[in-house]
C-alpha cells in the first residue's frame, strides 16, 4: 500500500485568493465603486470564516471515511478488477481522477440546484448579488456535510484518498478565478474549459440562465447532460437568486432558506407533498402557485415564439 503525505493545495490558495480579491477592488475602486459592497462582503467574510471552522470537523471525517474505503475495499478489487491500488506514480492515473473528480463536482452541484433540501445549503453561495472574488468565498456551510457523499466511489476504486483530496483541491482553486464579472469571453477556451462568462451564467438571476454550467472545470458534462448555456451579451447577467435572504446578516444568509422550506413543509396538507418539498426542484408547489426552473423557462420560450 502506498504512504502519501496530505499537502492540500488549498493551503497556497488561500493567501492567493485574498490577493485577488484586493487587486479586483484596487482596479475597479475609480471606475466602478459598486463592484464591491463593504457590507456584502463583510458578509462573505464571515461566511468564510465559519464555514473554514466546520470544514476542519467535516473534512477530518471525510478523509477518514475516505481511507476507511480505500483499505476496506482492498481485497474485493483484486477480486472483482484484479488490482489492489491504483499506482499514485502513474501520469495518466492523475488525468483520469482530474475527469472523474470533475464528474463527481457536475453531480454534486446538479444535484445542490434541482432537489430543494440540498439547494437550501448551497444558496449561501448564490445569495450575493455581487459578481467578485469577494464573493467567490461565500460557500455554503451545510453543504460540508454531504459534499463528500458524492466522491466516495474514488476510494472504494482504489484512489488513494490524499490524491482524491489534493485533486479537490485542485478544482477548488481554479474555481476561484471564475468569480469575476469584469473578466471577458475567452475564445475557443469558451467550448471546453469553465470560464468567467460561462459561471457568469451560472451565478445569474436571469430565467434563461437558471441552473445552468454545473462543471468546475470541464464543460463538455454540461454539453453531454444538456445543461450548457453560452453568455448572451444581448442578455447581461442579473446577479443573486429569485428568492434571496434580502439581508447581510449571517444567520439570514445562512438560513433563511431553510426557513421557508420549513415552512413549505409544515404547512403542505400531505405526507407527499411534504416529501415533494423536500426533494423536488427548487419552485415546485403541489397549486403550481410558485414554478420551478423548467417550468418558468418553458413559459419563457413559449412568450419568445409567440412575440
Known amino acids: 500500500m502506498m504512504n502519501l503525505e496530505i499537502t492540500n493545495p488549498l493551503y497556497y490558495g488561500v493567501p492567493f485568493f485574498f490577493v485577488l480579491i484586493i487587486s479586483e477592488y484596487?482596479?475597479?475602486?475609480?471606475?466602478?465603486?459598486?463592484?464591491?459592497?463593504?457590507?456584502?462582503?463583510?458578509?462573505?467574510?464571515?461566511?468564510?470564516?465559519t464555514s473554514g471552522i466546520v470544514a476542519i470537523f467535516t473534512k477530518t471525517a471525510s478523509i477518514a471515511v475516505f481511507y476507511m474505503l480505500y483499505k476496506g475495499f482492498a481485497d474485493l478489487?483484486?477480486?472483482w478488477l484484479g488490482y489492489q491500488y491504483i499506482d499514485w506514480t502513474i501520469w495518466w492515473v492523475w488525468v483520469l481522477l482530474i475527469l472523474a473528480d470533475d464528474l463527481c463536482f457536475y453531480w454534486y452541484h446538479r444535484l445542490s440546484h434541482t432537489v430543494r433540501v440540498l439547494w437550501a445549503a448551497h444558496v449561501v453561495h448564490h445569495s450575493s448579488e455581487q459578481y467578485n472574488f469577494g464573493n467567490a468565498i461565500r460557500n455554503g456551510i451545510f453543504t460540508?456535510?454531504?459534499?463528500?457523499?458524492?466522491?466516495?466511489?474514488?476510494?472504494?476504486?482504489?484512489?488513494h484518498p490524499v490524491m482524491v483530496v489534493t485533486v479537490m483541491g485542485i478544482s477548488t482553486i481554479y474555481q476561484y478565478w471564475l468569480h469575476s464579472s469584469k473578466?471577458?469571453?475567452?475564445?475557443?477556451?469558451?467550448?471546453?474549459?469553465n470560464t468567467p462568462k460561462l459561471h457568469a451564467v451560472h451565478h445569474s438571476r436571469n430565467i434563461e440562465y437558471l441552473?445552468?454550467?454545473?462543471?468546475?472545470?470541464?464543460?463538455?458534462?454540461?454539453?453531454?447532460?444538456?445543461?450548457?448555456?453560452?453568455y448572451d451579451d444581448?442578455?447581461?447577467?442579473e446577479f443573486g437568486v429569485i428568492?434571496?435572504?434580502?439581508?447581510?446578516?449571517?444567520?439570514?444568509?445562512?438560513?433563511?432558506?431553510?426557513?421557508?422550506?420549513?415552512?413549505?413543509?409544515?404547512n403542505a396538507?400531505?405526507?407527499?407533498?411534504?416529501?415533494?418539498?423536500?426533494?423536488?426542484?427548487?419552485?415546485?408547489?403541489?397549486?403550481g402557485s410558485t414554478k420551478t426552473t423548467k417550468q418558468m423557462q418553458k413559459e419563457l420560450d413559449q412568450e419568445k415564439q409567440l412575440a
Open 269 to 287: 396538507k400531505t405526507w407527499q407533498d411534504k416529501f415533494m418539498y423536500l426533494f423536488s426542484p427548487p419552485g415546485w408547489s403541489p397549486d
Open 144 to 159: 460540508l456535510f454531504y459534499k463528500s457523499l458524492f466522491w466516495l466511489w474514488l476510494p472504494i476504486l482504489g484512489f
Open 77 to 79: 478489487r483484486v477480486e
Open 234 to 237: 444581448n442578455v447581461p447577467a
Open 26 to 49: 484596487l482596479l475597479t475602486y475609480k471606475h466602478d465603486k459598486d463592484h464591491y459592497n463593504a457590507k456584502d462582503f463583510w458578509s462573505s467574510f464571515q461566511v468564510a470564516i
Open 243 to 266: 428568492k434571496g435572504p434580502n439581508s447581510n446578516k449571517l444567520v439570514n444568509i445562512v438560513f433563511h432558506e431553510y426557513r421557508d422550506l420549513w415552512q413549505d413543509v409544515k
Open 211 to 230: 441552473d445552468k454550467n454545473h462543471a468546475a472545470i470541464f464543460m463538455f458534462w454540461d454539453r453531454l447532460f444538456g445543461t450548457y448555456k453560452a
Open 183 to 193: 473578466l471577458p469571453k475567452l475564445g475557443v477556451m469558451e467550448e471546453f474549459m
